[in-house]
């Protein structure tokens, strides 16, 4: 028997073979910090939780809920008002999603066909370029690299490249490389999307992690950004809620109206009490968003001024719960580095190549730990 060649695709998962050497570690009995996936550790609000038990109580609730409720279309048009100022959002312009994984996959399959060009970010979360593969897309990379401040740079795109792209997927603040975009970056991607005629797909999972100023926003408050796309709007990192898959995409009605329609041949919907507990997340206070975007910005800033002290260059990281660290010494040999991290220091962090060519070079820290943690984490490398 043969697989599908589809999976020829996709290389191994790097967070499987990270753990496993986790597992060894921890039965040798030795100490472990884990900082490679963006788990966070915070827990959930009680309201939500609350809301999910509640409605899990009724029966009615079990069965196939086959459509978003009206309630939560609603909520997140809102909550799009209140907490990010734009207004114009309809529910016809909202569909939920299992977070951006799955999403990714529907929306890149209702816009591409088998050939067409699709403009990714590198490095990126790995989901962009998958969910490009599995809808048969080229993948043209646009580097997000130092010299730009790790933004989208569109003026570095050649015009023959651009005309030919279908969509392109751009996500700030950026994982991995925690950089936060800006009004002017915004407009030029706004502009560089109307002159070529291409679809934006925006990741907004961490407006609510910004550093060092006021909280977050939306791509879709710019002007102009309704004409050319849609947006990811995502519960899980705001609310510690990342294994109930509380997402939207929200944008372009027609991009939306696609997407709801080829995902509904899979899949009969978000579960209702996750329903419910998305409504409780959505119209519920948000004094505690705020808390934890402060005790990010310790964390951050335990790990920035740690690494700095012990030789390394001070890392990007202007948002998202992720700091994107250059390898010491030049070295372009992440996974082994981070191998030999991982064996001396016990401190597990991600490379820089899992995300992509321009990854090479650099690795990705979590801040998944209080900052008292971190700093040990840091004194381990130390000795390194």
């Known amino acids: 028997m043969e697989f599908s060649k589809r999976l020829d695709l996709f290389g191994d998962e790097v967070f499987a073979a990270l753990n496993a050497k986790r597992r060894e570690l921890e039965a040798e009995g030795r100490k472990v910090y884990d900082l490679s996936v ?34 939560m279309l609603q909520a997140v048009c809102d909550y799009y008002a209140s907490r990010y100022g734009v207004e114009g959002i309809t529910p016809d312009m909202v569909m939920s999603v299992a977070g951006t994984q799955e999403g990714m996959r529907y929306v890149c399959e209702a816009l591409a066909d088998p050939g067409d060009t699709v403009l ?15 809808a048969g897309a080229k993948l043209e990379f646009y580097p997000l ?21 279908k969509y392109m997927v751009v996500s700030l603040p950026a994982n991995p490389v925690g950089s936060v975009g800006t009004p002017e970056v915004y407009a030029q991607i706004i502009a560089f999307a109307k002159a070529h005629d291409i679809v934006i797909i925006h990741d907004n999972a961490y407006s609510d992690i910004v550093f060092d100023g006021p909280a977050g926003g939306s791509f879709l408050s710019y002007p102009g950004a309704l004409d050319v796309g849609v947006e990811f709007l995502s519960l899980s990192k705001s609310y510690n809620v990342t294994g109930a898959r509380l997402s939207f995409l929200v944008g372009r009605k027609d991009i939306v109206g696609a997407t709801r329609k080829l995902r509904s041949q899979v899949n009969f919907g978000m579960f209702l009490p996750e329903q419910d507990a998305a409504i409780a997340a959505l119209t519920g206070p948000r004094e505690q968003v705020e808390v934890q975007r402060m005790r990010y910005q310790e964390r951050r800033d335990a790990l920035c001024d740690g690494l700095e002290s012990i030789g390394w260059e001070r890392p990007n990281a202007h948002g998202t719960l992720f700091v994107w660290g250059r390898i010491p010494g030049g070295r372009m040999d992440s996974m082994q580095f981070v191998l030999e991290l991982m064996e001396k220091t016990g401190v597990i962090v991600t490379p820089g190549r899992s995300f992509g060519p321009a990854g090479e070079g650099y690795v990705r820290f979590a801040l998944v730990m209080p900052p008292e943690q971190i700093r040990e984490a840091v004194a381990a490398m130390a000795k390194m």
């Open 38 to 71: 963006g788990t966070p550790d915070f827990v959930p609000p009680q309201h939500i939780v609350d809301a999910l038990i509640k409605s899990a109580q009724d029966p009615e609730n079990w069965k196939y809920s086959l459509h978003d409720k009206a309630e």
């Open 120 to 134: 990714v970010p590198d490095p990126c979360y790995p989901v962009f370029r998958a969910g490009s593969l599995l």
């Open 145 to 165: 690299t130092a010299d730009h401040d790790f933004l989208p740079y569109v003026a570095g795109i050649p015009d023959e490249v651009a005309d030919r792209a």
